[in-house]
């Protein structure tokens, strides 16, 4: 029985080699900035509402800066990503006051399309820098949420756009 948790354990967790990270389920992978490690369960409830919750977040020690990933239910793949960013900004921007949008567009990371918002927002005890990637993987919506409070932000600006630039997608 142990040794069925631990394959099933090993199979949907993302799996990480120093720091490059590769999504289960999927031929997408990135490098995680240095010192990032994967937050606990009670990590990402406490930081996400049980509904939204991602299914995978690594961050920062002090969990102030982290890289929420994964796939979504979402079969995108006929979405035209133009029509998708314009969708996913209206519903950004509904999450509350506060939202000061700095780019929403669609662009290339090796290769690959993406949706890229970037806007910062009010939380209940921070503002948050958040940078918002989506895309279509097979029949589903892959994405990335690197967020920082924007006090912490201009620590890990530069490593979190390298991390971005690193994502690859394998067909």
């Known amino acids: 029985m142990k040794l069925v948790l631990f394959l099933i354990t090993l199979f949907f967790t993302?799996?990480?080699?120093?720091?490059e990270i590769e999504i289960p389920?999927?031929?997408?992978?990135?490098?995680?900035p240095k010192g990032f490690q994967p937050f606990s369960k009670e990590v990402?409830?406490?930081?996400?509402?049980?509904?939204?919750?991602?299914?995978?977040v690594i961050g920062s020690e002090s969990t102030s800066t982290?890289?929420?990933?994964?796939?979504?239910?979402?079969?995108?793949?006929n979405t035209p990503l133009k029509k998708l960013k314009d969708y996913l900004?209206?519903?950004?921007?509904?999450?509350?006051?506060?939202?000061?949008w700095l780019r929403a567009e669609v662009i290339s990371i090796n290769?690959?399309?993406?949706?890229?918002?970037?806007f910062t927002s009010n939380a209940i005890n921070a503002d948050i820098h958040n940078i918002i990637l989506a895309?279509?993987?097979?029949?589903k919506m892959a994405m990335f949420n690197f967020n920082s409070t924007k006090d912490e932000f201009s620590k890990y600006e530069?490593?979190?756009?390298?991390s971005i630039e690193s994502i690859t997608y394998q067909d």
Not at 14 to 19: A, T
Not at 90 to 97: A, F
Not at 135 to 139: F, G, L, V
Not at 158 to 162: I, N, R, V, W
């Open 66 to 77: 982290s890289i929420a990933f994964g796939l979504r239910p979402n079969d995108i793949s």
């Open 111 to 118: 290769g690959k399309d993406w949706v890229y918002l970037e």
């Open 25 to 32: 389920n999927s031929s997408i992978s990135f490098s995680a």
């Open 44 to 56: 990402i409830e406490a930081k996400w509402p049980a509904r939204r919750a991602p299914e995978w």
């Open 135 to 139: 895309s279509s993987h097979r029949d």
């Open 89 to 100: 900004k209206q519903t950004m921007s509904r999450i509350g006051p506060g939202v000061v």
């Open 14 to 19: 993302p799996l990480i080699f120093g720091n």
């Open 158 to 162: 530069d490593a979190l756009k390298e």
